[in-house]
């Protein structure tokens, strides 16, 4: 008797945990989302284009950190800025741009400016990317990087459509999207990311976001252009120039934040709605009387 | 970028799922409306329907750059209901594939109407939100401002309901010929020309009135919406644009207004011959509006 209810608690234990164990291994990778270690305040880092020297530096450091093989480079054209585009093995690529200014009132440089800018996923603080992907794969730490699951992308290709700067995309050998991860483990670690600490000018700086953050404003307080204060509602890489940002190819985006930016476009495919939806009854209604007065007309006619 | 993501299956795919969202609303709509005068049209919508979402979706998973090497991946695609716009799709057309496949068995098992109408209710909001979503899914891309627009969803729906009207219409011969067998029905209504005409005349008085508010919706896209002249300008997607143009509204209209004088001409066969080709043409032009949005906005940005 004893026995027959040793096994048959031990089946209801085994169901039982049957049950339990996809609960237990969201819960898991849950656990892993929010490691047990305090993550602490916001990070972020400050890119300033002013002290930019060029030197690549911050490049090849995020290729070595990350174990990223080189790119099969080509001539860019009319521009040293090389690789010009990110890929799944290119996180960081550096902007080299001639700005003209001709009229020689500014620089005093013959009539050109030199400007560098290193760019890179700005771990955006409401990411589109995030946002659109399915899967759950991507997802924002709550102390700034935005990071990914190798294990639960699908390949759909929506988070690459999302990002304004075709940061992520897909890796064709590991199968998955791949991106600057802001270099979490070392942030984890006490560490700045890979690119910051090679930088040799201090053009790039990692602080805390509040600190950035008012660095940016201060900086626009002094006539210098910033990107990533309000773009998009806000990044936690923000960058500093005193040329515009479209001269590095960034657009100017909406301020509004993608939770925002979602609202209004489904507000306003609503709102058509209404309008496309009476239009095309009315018109139906409409062209089916006309066609019966017709019809009777020519019947009537007819007759 | 440096290549296209979503490429010319994706749009594909997009052509599928509005068309089978409008196919079933036509059909359905019809058998609800119309209290069966035109039932063989409902049941070649709601067939035409279930057989293109079904393949829309083959084309879809097959597009999944993962589904190759981890075929269950795709059951990641339900997880973040409703977070995200992706995530809600997935579940709206799973839920309009079942329906459409209940609403296709219902119509098979006859005398069941207050059951199949309930059914198609719910099929047609779900129709609808397919339609829509093909649209939407593109409209919610930040990257791509050339999407981001209310209109784009709404071109699409009535693109859907325009192609599925024409699959409808087209579905009753391509069945009657190759399958008398199984569609007895359709073999009678094909048979007896003034029934088929009679179709083609209720599908003209909804697919004209469909032509003009796309055309209208088209523009209004075109003039809201930022970069939309490359479609225009001469770049190499022009072509295909001008062929939309063409296809799927000017050749349609100019086909049905001579159908129509041909008609009180009393020459029927050269009008069925005409509503065919336009049919063709009318999915050839909705497959081309998928396929310049999609490639269109990724070719600027």
Request: glycine share 10%; proline share 4%.
């Amino acid at each position: 008797m004893t026995e027959k209810m040793s096994r048959k608690d031990f089946l209801k234990a085994a169901s039982a945990s049957l049950l339990v164990a996809p609960l237990a291994m969201e819960g898991l990778t849950k656990g892993q989302r929010s490691p047990v270690q305090q993550l602490g305040k916001q990070k972020a880092v400050i890119v300033d284009s002013r002290r930019c020297i060029g030197c690549k530096g911050c490049q090849v450091a995020c290729k070595a950190w990350n174990k990223l093989p080189a790119e099969q480079t080509k001539v860019s054209g009319g521009e040293y800025t090389n690789p010009t585009y990110f890929s799944p093995i290119t996180w960081k690529i550096v902007h080299f741009k001639e700005i003209g200014d001709y009229d020689n009132t500014q620089s005093g440089t013959g009539g050109l400016k030199w400007r560098m800018l290193a760019d890179n996923c700005k771990h955006c603080l409401e990411p589109g990317c995030v946002s659109v992907c399915p899967s759950g794969s991507l997802w924002k730490r709550s102390d700034g990087p935005v990071l990914y699951d190798l294990d639960r992308c699908i390949g759909c290709g929506y988070c690459e459509m999302a990002c304004p700067w075709g940061i992520p995309n897909f890796d064709e050998e590991i199968h998955s999207i791949r991106k600057c991860t802001m270099c979490f483990d070392r942030i984890d670690q006490g560490l700045e990311p890979a690119c910051v600490a090679t930088c040799p000018t201090d053009a790039l700086q990692f602080m805390t976001l509040e600190e950035a953050q008012k660095v940016a404003r201060e900086a626009e307080t002094e006539g210098l252009h910033t990107y990533g204060l309000s773009e998009v509602g806000g990044t936690s890489w923000i960058y500093i120039s005193d040329v515009p940002f479209s001269e590095f190819g960034l657009e100017d985006y909406e301020a509004t934040t993608q939770k925002g930016f979602e609202t209004g476009m489904l507000t306003r495919f609503a709102g058509i709605g209404l309008f496309v939806g009476g239009a095309l009854i009315a018109a139906v209604k409409l062209y089916a009387e006309r066609r019966e007065t017709l019809a009777k007309e020519d019947a009537e006619g007819g007759s | 970028m440096s290549e296209l993501t979503w490429g010319p299956i994706l749009a594909g795919y997009l052509f599928l799922g509005g068309l089978a969202g409008g196919a079933y609303m036509v059909g359905a709509l019809t058998d609800l409306f119309k209290k069966e005068k035109y039932a063989v049209l409902s049941k070649s919508g709601i067939l035409a329907s279930f057989v293109s979402i079904v393949l829309g979706l083959v084309l879809l998973v097959f597009d999944l750059k993962r589904f190759k090497e981890v075929p269950l991946v795709i059951l990641n695609a339900y997880r973040r209901f409703p977070g995200s716009i992706m995530t809600v799709g997935t579940w709206i057309i799973t839920g309009f594939t079942l329906v459409s496949l209940v609403t296709v068995v219902l119509w098979y098992l006859d005398g069941h109407g207050l059951v199949r109408k309930i059914v198609e209710v719910i099929g047609v909001i779900l129709g609808l939100a397919t339609a829509a979503y093909t649209g939407i899914l593109l409209s919610f891309a930040r990257g791509v401002p050339f999407w981001n627009s209310g209109f784009l969803p709404w071109l699409f729906v009535l693109s859907g309901l325009l192609t599925g009207l024409a699959i409808s219409v087209l579905l009753i011969p391509i069945a009657a010929v190759f399958m008398p067998k199984a569609f007895g029905d359709f073999k009678s209504t094909w048979n007896a020309t003034s029934e088929y005409l009679e179709l083609v005349g209720y599908s003209d008085d909804l697919g004209i009135p469909m032509i003009f508010i796309e055309t209208a919706v088209m523009l209004l896209y075109l003039v809201t919406t930022p970069s939309t002249g490359i479609l225009w300008s001469g770049s190499g997607i022009s072509l295909y644009f001008y062929a939309y143009l063409l296809l799927a509204l000017l050749m349609p209209l100019a086909l049905t207004y001579y159908n129509q004088k041909l008609t009180t001409a009393g020459r029927h066969k050269m009008v069925i011959y005409l509503t065919l080709l336009t049919t063709v043409l009318v999915l050839v032009g909705g497959f081309l509006l998928r396929y310049v949005v999609l490639i269109g906005g990724q070719l600027i940005y």
